[in-house]
């Protein structure tokens, strides 16, 4: 158990419909990532929040945003639904671990079915 | 970040080691060498990290060639559990820095009774 929690673990939602996955982060970790994992794609980094700012994007949809909260806990929100967006999405959380490394621990993830 | 370079797949005998090497010649000297893997379709877990010096935990061994341009995971003792995708990422790890994990393809592990 990493410490970082995903819902829902599933989700099965039609084309077009807007979703809204969720994540609270380690403990004390103030940074959370968010990544796409699809069958052709591999895993992705979409996007990181530090604090409740952005901190970094990745290859993130338009149609895709997130937000962090003052409680830390994370949103992903995905809008405008297509059949390619089915995947599992993933959040991670990190904390520095002395030095200058981070480790990233990542939760279950979110497997979203779009049909 | 670097590219790394990992065979698609291994397979090992249960109880054996299992020696999984990685390939990131064009390591920068703040680049550190991650190791996670992913079981099934389970979130990636983190495994152990490295700089320079060779690195044990309690999962695994990180053992890094002096010039940095390759690494070996070792699992001391795999068993069937540790039948897992494993990724060797490289990248440079400040802290809230926006330094992502990139993940290649990894090696398919595949540890047999």
């Known amino acids: 158990d990493s410490g970082v929690t995903q819902t829902p673990k599933h989700l099965i939602t039609a084309t077009g419909q807007r979703v809204t996955l969720r994540c609270s982060p380690r403990?004390?970790?103030?940074?959370v990532y968010w990544y796409q994992q699809s069958l052709d794609q591999g895993l992705q980094f979409l996007i990181q929040?530090?604090?409740?700012?952005?901190?970094a994007k990745g290859n993130i949809l338009e149609r895709f945003s997130a937000q962090q909260f003052p409680d830390l806990h994370s949103e992903l929100n995905l809008s405008s639904l297509e059949l390619g967006d089915s995947a599992l999405y993933f959040c991670?959380?990190?904390?520095?671990?002395?030095?200058?490394?981070?480790?990233?621990?990542f939760g279950p993830g979110t497997r979203l079915t779009v049909l | 970040d670097a590219k790394t370079t990992q065979p698609p797949s291994m397979d090992c005998a249960e109880g054996r080691a299992a020696n999984l090497p990685c390939n990131h010649s064009?390591?920068?000297?703040?680049?550190?060498v991650y190791w996670y893997r992913q079981i099934h379709s389970q979130g990636p877990q983190y495994i152990i990290h490295?700089?320079?010096n060779n690195e044990t935990n309690e999962m695994a061994s990180l053992i890094i060639t002096e010039d940095r341009k390759s690494s070996t995971l070792i699992l001391p003792h795999a068993t069937l559990r540790d039948t897992a995708v494993y990724y060797c990422?490289?990248?440079?790890?400040?802290?809230?820095?926006?330094?992502?994990?990139?993940f290649g393809g990894g090696t398919r592990l595949m540890v047999k009774p």
């Open positions: 991670a959380s990190s904390t520095p671990s002395g030095g200058r490394s981070d480790t990233q621990y």
């Open positions: 403990s004390g970790d103030l940074s």
């Open positions: 929040y530090y604090n409740g700012e952005e901190r």
């Open positions: 064009t390591i920068s000297g703040n680049e550190y």
């Open positions: 490295g700089l320079k």
């Open positions: 990422i490289v990248r440079v790890a400040i802290y809230n820095a926006g330094n992502m994990l990139t």
